[in-house]
T-cell receptor
Framework: AQTVTQSQPEMSVQEAETVTLSCTYD???????LFWYKQPPSRQMILVIR??????QNATENRFSVNFQKAAKSFSLKISDSQLGDAAMYFC?????????????FGEGTQLTVNP | ETGVTQTPRHLVMGMTNKKSLKCEQH?????MYWYKQSAKKPLELMFV???????ENNSVPSRFSPECPNSSHLFLHLHTLQPEDSALYLC???????????FGQGTRLTVV
């Protein structure tokens, strides 16, 4: 079974600074996808960024980028120029690319605080 | 707005009540999911439906009964719940094979 681990329950960053959230995972599969989701106080889960395991290039979405290290099974999220609206719970998630209708497996989450 | 709509947003029910949560998506997705999110715990997958067929039941107690009448709608029927079932229940949908999942806003359930 796949597992996802986020070792940082809480992180804080100053506005306009950069912060990196860590995520590691364990899998025996070669085809899979990794995601970062953001859950603001409204509680809705919002997709931040997605990475296909077969792609070596790290995904980027505006101020959000990942450092995907497949051999190390590491998938960290970097938020540049942090904004107050970035404050939220961030979840790392794994999904198999080999199974139809497969589940998302989530990490425990990292609560990010952005200080003005 | 993600294209996945959950109703109601908030629900308070007694332990002897019967209620249902509804999830609707018009994104053309074929997979739908129920997740439970309790305080201080990771998201827990409850059920997976793919093309209206249940493909996964993650050892969920029978007091939770899912129903997927078509690929656009998913229900979670609740009966004789316990206070520890109080949580945020999230519905999600996706296309197949690793496509990103879209989540509803959740139903905040309180069992009294």
């Amino acid at each position: 079974a796949q597992t996802v681990t986020q070792s940082q329950p809480e992180m804080s960053v100053q506005e306009a600074e950069t912060v990196t959230l860590s995520c590691t995972y364990d899998t025996s599969e070669s085809d899979y996808y990794l995601f970062w989701y953001k859950q603001p106080p409204s509680r809705q889960m919002i997709l931040v960024i997605r990475q296909e395991a077969y792609k070596q290039q790290n995904a980027t979405e505006n101020r959000f980028s990942v450092n995907f290290q497949k051999a190390a099974k590491s998938f960290s999220l970097k938020i540049s120029d942090s904004q107050l609206g970035d404050a939220a719970m961030y979840f790392c998630a794994y999904r198999s690319g080999e199974t139809s209708g497969s589940r998302l497996t989530f990490g425990e989450g990292t609560q990010l605080t952005v200080n003005p | 707005e993600t294209g996945v709509t959950q109703t109601p947003r908030h629900l308070v029910m007694g332990m002897t009540n019967k209620k249902s949560l509804k999830c609707e998506q018009h994104l053309g997705h074929n997979a739908m999911y129920w997740y439970k999110q309790s305080a201080k715990k990771p998201l827990e997958l409850m059920f997976v439906y793919n093309f209206k067929e249940q493909t996964e039941n993650n050892s969920v107690p029978s007091r939770f009964s899912p129903e997927c009448p078509n690929s656009s709608h998913l229900f979670l029927h609740l009966h004789t719940l316990q206070p520890e079932d109080s949580a945020l229940y999230l519905c999600a949908s996706s296309q197949d094979y690793g496509e990103k999942a879209f989540f509803g806003q959740g139903t905040r359930l309180t069992v009294v």
